[in-house]
C-alpha cells in the first residue's frame, strides 16, 4: 500500500475493484479534472487505494461514514458517488444530484454481491482486471527468472604505508550486507540462504534459471614450484578479480577453497589472502565457515563408525538374526528398504520379498564379510595431529575383542570433500557418496557406502554443503568459497558447481577466476585431467603465479623453511638466481600449461625486497619461455588498482582461441596413465613399480576402474619425488609405492614416495599467537 501511495508498482498491484471503479468513472464523464467523489465507508485498504488512485486522476475525494449525520449533503453535492461494503444499506435515489454517477462496491465475492456486480458491469470488470494483474504477475515473474545486469558497487580502498596486518586491514573495511551483493549481481532473495550478514549459501536451482545464459570466460591461477612459505596465488586470484570488476568494471568471481583449519593453527596460516587483496571478514573465512568441513567430517565418521559396527555385528550374530535385525518386522510387515532393494539388485537378487529369500540369499545379502586387514576408510579430524596417524580401535570389553589397527586422515583428505568438490548436482553427489569404496570383503569384491546401507544419510549430511557458500573482496566484488581438497594429496580444486554457478552469473563477457593448489605440476594438471573432464568447462586462460624468491630458490638459493629467517640471497638483488630459476621451473611450469593448449600469463606476485631489475629481468625471461605476457602485481600493497596490468593482460589473451586438450586418453592403461603424467609433466624418464602398487592396479582392472583419470599424491616442493630438487631435475625414476582408487571421486591416485594425509604440529604452531578479547570479542592473530 505503501508503494502503490508513492506511485511505485514495481513490485505491487492495483486492487481490481480499484480499478475497475476508475474505468467505470471514465466512462461516465470523459473530463475527470475537477471533479468530486465521495467514498462513503472507505475505511480500509481498499479506500485507501481508491482515494490514492482518484486524486492522481486529478479529481477531488470527500470520505464519510455511513453513520455520518451530514451524509445526504455531501451526496448531494458529489459528481460521483462511490459506495464501499453497503451491505444492505443503501442510498434514497432523492439524494443523488442529476448527472452523477453511483458505483456500488462489494469486496466480497458472495453471490448476492456478483449479481449487483454484473448489473452495474463493475464484476465483469473486476474479473477482467484481476486477471490482468495475475498475467502482469506471471510476466514479472519471468522477467525476474532471466539473467539480470550487474550493478556492483565496488568499496573505496584507502591503502595505508606500510601495510598493516592482514586482520587489521580485513577488520577496517565494512563489508556490504550479502543480500545487497547478492542482489547486486543478479540473485534473487530466494536463491539465497543467509548465515549472518557477511556470508551466505547460494541454492543450485540458479542453474536451472540460467541454463540457456552462455559462460563467462574461464581463468585458471596456478603457480611455479612454491616454497615452504607459498607464493601467493590466493592472492593474486583476489587482486585480479578486485582489478577487474571494481577498476575495469568488468564482471568477475573469484572461487577458492575454504581452508582447513588444520594449516589454520599450525604452520601456514589463513588462506583469505593477504594485505589489500583479501576476502572479508576473514575471521569467517578462516574458522567454520559455514560449516561444510564439519558437515564432511560428520558424514565421514558416520561411514568409519558403520563398518566397525557392521563387522561387530556379522562377528557375533547369525544369518537370521542378522536378517532379522536389518529387515525388522514393523507392525506385522517386513519389507526391505530401497538401499537393501538396490543392493540385492547388485548381487543378482531380483526379489522384493523378504520372504522369498532362501536361506543362500540371505547369507549373500546380510553379510558383507569384510576383510579387517584390508578397509582402506579412516577417520578424519580437521586438525593437524600426528599422533592419530596410526590408532588402534575396538579395546574396550563391549567390543569382544574387535581390535584393529587404523588412523585419522585430515579432514580435507576424506574422499568426501573431493566428491563434494566434483559433485555436479545432489543427484550426482549421492550417487557418488553410494559408490566410494570402503574395503574388500574376504572373497576380493569391494565393498561400498551403499553396501552398509549409509550413502542416504551421508547425502542428508552433506546436502547444505552442495551450495558453495558467497563472500566478498575487500573491494566488494563477488567471491564463491566452496571445498577445500589439498593439491598433493587430493586433487587439489574449489567445487566444480561454484565455477558453473560463477560463469553463469558474470555473463558472456566476464570472468571467473578460480586457483588450483600448489604448483601447476600437481594442481593445475589435476584441474585440466581430472576437474575439467567432471565438469566438461574448458579454461581460456592459466595465470602462472610466480616469485623472485621462489625463483632464486630454483636457481641455485639456498633452502628456505617455514619460521626461519630468510638468508641474505633472498633479501639483496641476485640476478643469476632470478634467472637460473625463469630458465629451468618456470620454463618448465609454462611448457606444461603448453600441453594442454592454454595460453599463459606470467603474474609476478611483487615483494618489497624485490629490486625493479629483478623485475624487468623475469617478465623478459618469462615471455622469452613461452609466456603470452608476464607483469608484475603490487595488488598486496594496492589492491585491485595495483593488479590492473594483470586484469588487462588476462582480458586480452582470454580474447585470443584456446586450443585445449587433455594430456591423455581415459582408456589408457593406468600404467601408461602415470607414464605420461611422470614423463610429460614431472621430467621422469619413467617410472618405477613397487609390488604393491602392480597389484592393486591389477586389481583395479578387474574391478572395471582402468578408465579413471589419475591423481597423483606427490610432493608440492619438487617436480620431482625429492623435495630437496629445485628447479627442473631430470634424469630420475618415479617411485610409485601404492596405488589407491576413490571410486566415488572417480580417480585412481598413485601415491609417490611417502604422503602423509595427516600433517602435524611444527614447535611453534600459529596458535602461539591467536587470542580473543572477552570483551569486544575481537580476535588477534590470524594471518
Known amino acids: 500500500m505503501g508503494r502503490l501511495v508513492r506511485g511505485d508498482l514495481s513490485k505491487g498491484f492495483v486492487p481490481p475493484i480499484a480499478n475497475a471503479v476508475l474505468d467505470l468513472l471514465e466512462k461516465h464523464d470523459t473530463s475527470l479534472e475537477g471533479k468530486t467523489v465521495l467514498l462513503v465507508g472507505g475505511e480500509g485498504s481498499l479506500g485507501v487505494a481508491l482515494q490514492c488512485l482518484i486524486e492522481r486522476r486529478g479529481m477531488v475525494v470527500f470520505k464519510s461514514h455511513w453513520s455520518s449525520k451530514s451524509l445526504q449533503r455531501q451526496v448531494m453535492q458529489a459528481d460521483a458517488l462511490v459506495l464501499l461494503g453497503a451491505g444492505t444499506i443503501d442510498v434514497p435515489p432523492s439524494w443523488v444530484r442529476p448527472g452523477a454517477a453511483v458505483i456500488r462496491c462489494q469486496p466480497s465475492l458472495e453471490t448476492d454481491a456478483i449479481e449487483m456486480f454484473s448489473k452495474s458491469g463493475l464484476g465483469y470488470l473486476t474479473a477482467a482486471y484481476r486477471t490482468q494483474n495475475v498475467v502482469h504477475n506471471c510476466s514479472r515473474w519471468f522477467q525476474e527468472q532471466q539473467y539480470r545486469p550487474w550493478h556492483l558497487r565496488s568499496l573505496k580502498l584507502q591503502p595505508l604505508t606500510p601495510v598493516p596486518s592482514d586482520i587489521e ?110 576476502v572479508i571478514p576473514m575471521e569467517e573465512f578462516n574458522l567454520h565457515l559455514t560449516g561444510d568441513i564439519h558437515a564432511i567430517t560428520a558424514a565421514n565418521n558416520l561411514v568409519a563408525a558403520a563398518i566397525d559396527a557392521r563387522m561387530l555385528h556379522e562377528a557375533t550374530q547369525s544369518d537370521k538374526a542378522l536378517f532379522n535385525r536389518l529387515v525388522p518386522s514393523v507392525n506385522g510387515v517386513r519389507r526391505f528398504s530401497p538401499i537393501q532393494i538396490s543392493r540385492l539388485n547388485r548381487l543378482g537378487i531380483n526379489k522384493t520379498d523378504p520372504a522369498s529369500l532362501t536361506p543362500q540369499e540371505v547369507s549373500t545379502f546380510v553379510r558383507l564379510d569384510l576383510d579387517p586387514s584390508k578397509i ?60 566410494m569404496v570402503v574395503g ?5 569384491q569391494p565393498i561400498t557406502a551403499e553396501d552398509l546401507g549409509v550413502s542416504g544419510a551421508l547425502a542428508v549430511l552433506m546436502k547444505d554443503a552442495i551450495k558453495p557458500t558467497m563472500m566478498q573482496t575487500l573491494e566488494g566484488t563477488p567471491v564463491f568459497v566452496h571445498a577445500g581438497p589439498f593439491a598433493n594429496i587430493a586433487h587439489g580444486n574449489s567445487s ?31 584441474f585440466f585431467n581430472i576437474k575439467c573432464r567432471a565438469s566438461g568447462l574448458r579454461p581460456n586462460v592459466v595465470v602462472l603465479v610466480a616469485t623472485v624468491r621462489a625463483l632464486k630458490m630454483h636457481g641455485g638459493g639456498p633452502n628456505v623453511s617455514a619460521g626461519a629467517p630468510l638468508p641474505r640471497e633472498y633479501i639483496d638483488e641476485n640476478l643469476s638466481l632470478v634467472a637460473g630459476g625463469c630458465r629451468s621451473n618456470l620454463r618448465k611450469q609454462i611448457q606444461i600449461a603448453h600441453l594442454f593448449g592454454v595460453p599463459v600469463v606470467v603474474a609476478l606476485n611483487v615483494f618489497k625486497t624485490d629490486t625493479q631489475a629483478e623485475i624487468d629481468l623475469v617478465c623478459q625471461l618469462a615471455k622469452e619461455c613461452g609466456a603470452s605476457d608476464a607483469v608484475p602485481c603490487h595488488h598486496w600493497a594496492q589492491g585491485g588498482r595495483g593488479s590492473l596490468e594483470l586484469a588487462q593482460a588476462v582480458n586480452e589473451a582470454t580474447s585470443r582461441p584456446s586450443n585445449f586438450q587433455f594430456l591423455y586418453n581415459i582408456e589408457m592403461p593406468i600404467v601408461e596413465k602415470i607414464r605420461t ?52 631435475p631430470t634424469g630420475f625414476t618415479l617411485p610409485i609405492r601404492d596405488v589407491r582408487a576413490s571410486i566415488g571421486a572417480g580417480f585412481i591416485f598413485p601415491l609417490v614416495g611417502t604422503m602423509s594425509t595427516m600433517p602435524g604440529l611444527p614447535t611453534r604452531p600459529c596458535f602461539y599467537d591467536i587470542d580473543l578479547d572477552p570483551v569486544t570479542e575481537e580476535i588477534t592473530g590470524l594471518f
Open 169 to 278: 586491514i580485513s577488520r577496517a573495511q565494512t563489508p556490504k550486507p550479502v543480500d545487497q551483493l547478492a542482489a547486486e549481481i543478479g540473485v534473487l532473495p530466494e536463491e539465497l540462504e543467509a548465515y549472518g550478514r557477511s556470508k551466505a549459501k547460494v541454492q543450485l536451482s540458479l542453474l536451472d534459471r540460467l541454463h540457456t545464459q552462455p559462460d563467462g570466460k574461464y581463468v585458471l591461477v596456478a603457480g611455479i614450484t612454491p616454497t615452504p612459505l607459498g607464493e601467493g596465488k590466493s592472492t593474486v586470484t583476489i587482486g585480479l578479480v578486485q582489478a577487474l570488476s571494481a577498476h575495469l568494471k568488468l564482471n568477475s568471481f573469484a572461487c577458492l577453497r575454504q581452508p582447513s583449519q588444520g594449516p589454520t593453527f599450525g604452520v601456514k596460516g589463513g588462506a583469505a589472502g593477504g594485505g589489500y587483496a583479501q
Open 376 to 435: 582402506t576408510w579412516q577417520r578424519v579430524v580437521d586438525t593437524n595431529d600426528r599422533f592419530l596417524r596410526k590408532i588402534t580401535v575396538g579395546q574396550a570389553s563391549t567390543e569382544k575383542g574387535m581390535i584393529r589397527e587404523t588412523g585419522f586422515d585430515i579432514a580435507v583428505a576424506s574422499e568426501i570433500m573431493a566428491i563434494l568438490a566434483l559433485a555436479d548436482s545432489l543427484e550426482d553427489m549421492k550417487n557418488r557418496l553410494a559408490r
Open 440 to 444: 574388500t570383503s574376504r572373497s576380493g
Open 496 to 526: 566444480v558447481l561454484a565455477d558453473k554457478l560463477a560463469l553463469k552469473l558474470v555473463g558472456r563477457n566476464g570472468f571467473v577466476v578460480t586457483e588450483a593448489g600448489f604448483g601447476a605440476d600437481i594442481g593445475m594438471e589435476k
Open 677 to 728: 603424467i611422470a614423463q610429460k609433466v614431472y621430467g621422469a624418464d619413467d617410472i618405477e613399480l613397487s609390488p604393491e602398487a602392480e597389484a592393486k592396479i591389477d586389481y583395479y582392472n578387474q574391478q572395471g576402474y582402468g578408465s579413471l583419470p589419475i591423481c597423483m599424491a606427490k610432493t608440492h616442493l619438487s617436480l620431482s619425488h625429492m623435495p630437496d630438487k629445485k628447479g627442473a
